[in-house]
């Protein structure tokens, strides 16, 4: 992905979970990352629902996902931030 920016570079990443795709753009980023989009295949929240309702909802999506083989339902755009000196050491009169 193009940023404009030479010093800050941009991944899409893709995969079966949206934790795994995380710890991926920390490994990628060592200077922080910027999500830019992220999306997961699961359920929708329920608005509204009581407790009851919602557990055996997630429960029924965790038996699912036990059961049934991962299909790279998740995926990650991001920006990795630059390792230029932070805001506040600039204000500082720290200058890069």
Known sequence: ???????RQAYELNGADLPALQREAQRLCAA???IVRSASQGP???AGADADVV???RWLVQARTQLTPSTGAAQLMIVCRSAAVPVAAISQGVRP
């Open 32 to 34: 922080g990352v910027d």
């Open 44 to 46: 929708a929240p329920v």
């Open 1 to 7: 992905m193009a940023t404009g920016q030479p010093d």
């Open 55 to 57: 557990w055996w909802r």
